[in-house]
DNA sequence: CAAGAGAATTGGTAAGACCAAAAGGAAATG
DNA sequence: CATTTCCTTTTGGTCTTACCAATTCTCTTG
């Protein structure tokens, strides 16, 4: 088991669409300019006219360009860093937004949650208990927990954006790796931390939401930071002493 | 011009792939499943491979499958209702999700933003007052304003979270079209509560900051109020009047 | 029973063909 | 001369066939 264990390789199409990208991101074809055929784009690029298909598909997914039938495909918008592979994040920058975004999704929740929700909500704090005594380590529920609150906004935006925020960290080997092994060290906490936000929801208290909220989230960081230095030491082990020390430092 | 102007029809492949879709909602296809064989559902939707791959494509684009050479394609994750086509958000609930959220970073920023990005911010804000002179209502250094907060965060997250928000206004027709009318309607107070804004973060006051964003976006929330009410009127206007009382009694 | 070789399955890509929509220009028309 | 109409060209949409490569299954073999 490698760091990426099931890498699937080959999808010339994905190779060919990161090409388009890069000529979308250097201003060649500005917003609205029509891309070249997809003839010419094919024997330009030494493909099939399959494989050019796919990529512009696989760019008309992600809303990079439009294609008009019988027309051409169109630039809509211009891609970011976020849009091309390999593009992570930290587990700390994940939380800090986190705890800024869900700690408001909470309090705006306080005002519009139903009470069906609020129930909903608690049921999903039973089952975080439960799934933390198996010690099999699913966060599962935790998930559903932090998005039921967020979808008592009732503010799909807002539900949107949170979701997005979770997806990531499956994106990012690195901050779910990270997220586990804080998971494994420190466990009993949060179902305070929990039960304290679902009390702050029910006494329809937005401060003392937010402030739950936060509060649990902020115990994540610190509980990221410990595991970071788990994680140093136990690589500062493995490999020479000479970069014991810094790992160590790192905070 | 109807509704939607340039709406681009045909495209199987999409048909399908919202049928792949509707059934790994549906459950028939759990986390973890393999999806039948390209040649198999080719087969049994009535459709060529080619069009098989590019629905399959589509899919893992989204990041609902994934595809393993000479295995088949796996479900990564079941899709929400924000992967299905059609999804669009009220303008109202993207200003109240930048409200809380882009509040957040301002108040963040004050405590992050270095000096230069500092003046760069300022510079925007002299350009939204010069393009807001010209009135032909290019709102591109708004954006580039709200970004730039966003960035000063240091955090990619916040930063990502923001520009998303962004993005969503040009997915939704109507959210563009209402805040097309509601700049034309109202273009000088956003200067003042721009440099409001600006001026909290060199004073490196985090309450100010949030303070102030959020009473630029409530403001925005307000014009939206304003063009819902004009647009309402207008469209009773061109229609029967059997319809009048009705769309100006909408909020 | 285990291990390895071969066959079957599955996705990856290419090439060619034909259809339908759109765009551009030429010809007919007022 | 301007406008409309129609036809040709371009372009995307889809299908079919074919072959390659990776994987998986199966059956033989030691």
Redesign the pocket.
């Known amino acids: 088991m490698s760091d990426t264990p099931d890498k699937?390789?080959?999808?010339?199409?994905?190779?060919l669409a990161r090409s388009l990208m890069e000529e979308l991101a250097s201003g060649r074809y500005p917003i609205g300019a029509?891309?070249?055929?997809?003839?010419?784009?094919?024997t330009s690029y030494?493909?099939?006219?399959?494989?050019v298909?796919?990529a512009?598909?696989a760019l008309e997914v992600q809303g990079l360009v439009e294609?008009?039938?019988?027309?051409?495909?169109y630039v809509r918008r211009l891609p970011g860093k976020e849009d091309l592979p390999g593009f992570n994040i930290t587990a700390f920058e994940l939380t800090e937004a986190r705890l800024l975004f869900e700690g408001e999704a909470a309090a705006l929740a306080a005002t519009q949650a139903s009470d069906e929700e609020l129930d909903g909500i608690e049921r999903l704090v039973e089952a975080i208990a439960r799934e933390n005594q198996q010690a099999d380590g699913a966060e599962k529920s935790d998930r559903e927990f932090h998005l039921a609150i967020a979808r008592a906004t009732r503010n799909t935006a807002i539900y949107n954006a949170i979701e997005h925020l979770w997806d990531l960290r499956a994106t990012s080997p690195e901050a779910a790796l990270l997220h586990e092994k804080a998971r494994s060290a420190n466990i009993k906490p949060v179902v305070d931390e929990h039960t304290a936000v679902l009390t702050a929801l029910r006494n329809r208290d937005p401060g003392a939401a937010r402030a739950a909220m936060r509060a649990h989230l902020a115990q994540v960081i610190d509980s990221l930071l410990f595991a970071t230095e788990e994680r140093a030491i136990e690589e500062a082990r493995r490999t020479a002493q000479a970069k014991r020390a810094r790992y160590q430092s790192a905070p």
Chains 1, 2 share one sequence.
């Open positions: 699937t390789q080959d999808r010339l199409y994905q190779d029509r891309l070249p055929a997809e003839r010419e784009l094919a030494n493909v099939s006219r399959p494989t298909r796919e512009i598909i294609v008009k039938v019988g027309s051409g495909a």
